[in-house]
């Protein structure tokens, strides 16, 4: 006979489907077995039903679980909406849904009545009346699973694993969307997930200056759609708010990027200083000054030659000015004073960047002393606090 099959496609149906799947145990599908009374043949073919249904039903989950994986804490995703509400599994796992329904019907104690019994009442629904649903009353088997053949204790196996799979499945969707929807309604948390994805995409752009050879000033002449979105908004607050998994990561980057290296400032620094030595602008006065009288403070003992700029030198330099001794940021440290150095009227060859890396991996504390008390005399009679003209003119 025809059964009622209906379940909302949402999240009442999703409970609904968890009170039926809740019982996933051998006892409760042996038992529901025992009561169909099922010939070998039928146990047989009903088997190889589920375990079909049970291929399918690892392929979907599997899918569902690599999406929802860092789904809460990433900020925006490619596809912000690979978990939009509750009734989207009834759509991306819809083969296991049908293979659930498919089970429950073979297990129904009415599959194979005629419908006449019911012509003047309401269709039983599956979900509430099959032998398997955990809303229907039942009793453990006296003998336990043990004392049937290989056939029944595989089959009942298999259905056991697949409503463990589903309702795991189900139940993981359903925690999911509730903490995105406690995160999109708290500020910090929010501010949280987007300060981390910040600094990922800082150390992103880092390495991609060092593939690509990108410059932070290339930032400029990007548009973005996020700074018309920005205006919308009273606070940074609840613009980021709005933002979390509502928008793309290539907008979102680029906003953090320009906000951060091409925003207008009260200085002359240059999104490069910015991005190396931070807003520090009587920082990088200094260390503008000293590429302009570079020629004084190198030439290590030991190290230099009088036509060319040792290694240990930058090297120190760079140490001097807060480098880290990553290759990604050496390679954007040495690009910025290569370019500030050409400058230079008596200017003369520099080490090599890969000298220079080597260097400053390898630099002893006697050495960076040295250098650090040499660029001491060399600030000792300028004022920082007021306007350099040398090292203006290199900026």
């Given amino acids: 006979m025809k059964l009622d099959t209906s379940l909302p496609k949402n999240e009442k149906g999703l409970e609904m489907l968890l009170k039926t799947l809740v019982d996933a145990s051998r006892d409760r599908a042996l038992w529901a077995t025992t009561q169909r009374k099922l010939s070998i043949a039928e146990i047989l073919s009903f088997d190889a039903f589920v375990t079909d249904k049970l291929s399918v039903l690892n392929k979907e989950s599997s899918k569902f679980l690599k999406d929802a994986e860092n789904f809460v804490e990433t900020f925006v995703l490619d596809d912000n909406k690979c978990i939009e509400n509750e009734g989207f599994l009834f759509k991306d796992m819809r083969r296991s849904m049908i293979g659930v329904r498919g089970i429950l019907i073979k297990a129904s104690p009415y599959h194979g009545m005629h419908s006449y019994k019911f012509r003047n009442t309401t269709l039983p629904n599956v979900y509430e009346t099959s032998l398997l649903s955990g809303a229907t009353p039942m009793s453990n088997d006296m003998f336990g699973i043990e ?14 694993e697949y409503f463990k799979i589903l309702y795991d499945t189900i139940t993981q969707c359903i925690n999911i969307l509730k903490e995105e929807r406690a995160v999109k309604r708290d500020p910090e948390l929010c501010d949280y997930y987007y300060q981390r994805f910040v600094d990922s995409v800082i150390k992103e752009f880092m390495k991609a200056m060092e593939l690509y050879n990108i410059s932070p000033s290339s930032l400029n002449n990007m548009v973005n759609p996020l700074y ?109 004073f290569n ?57």
Avoid at 324 to 335: G, I, L, M, R, S
């Fill in 147 to 160: 004392s049937f053949g290989d056939e029944v204790k595989r089959l009942c196996n298999h259905i056991a």
């Fill in 228 to 336: 018309l979105e920005r205006k919308k908004f009273n606070t940074e607050s609840e613009f980021i708010q709005h933002l979390y998994h509502n928008d793309s990561p290539k907008n979102v980057k680029i906003y953090i990027l320009q906000e951060k290296y091409c925003g207008k400032t009260v200085n002359d620094m240059t999104p490069e200083e910015n991005i190396l030595f931070g807003d520090n602008y009587e920082k990088v006065k200094k260390i503008r000054y000293a590429i302009a009288h570079f020629n004084e403070v190198a030439h290590m003992p030991k190290h230099g030659k009088l036509n060319k700029i040792d290694m240990a030198s930058i090297a120190c330099f760079a140490l001097w000015c807060g480098i880290d001794n990553t290759k990604e940021q050496v390679h954007a440290f040495y690009n910025y």
């Fill in 339 to 395: 370019t500030m150095y050409s400058k230079v009227e008596n200017r003369v060859k520099i080490a090599s960047e890969g000298r220079v890396y080597k260097s400053v991996r390898e630099m002893s504390h006697e050495d960076r002393s040295f250098f650090n008390n040499k660029l001491n005399n060399l600030f000792c009679n300028v004022d920082f606090t007021k306007s350099d003209k040398t090292a203006a003119e290199l900026s």
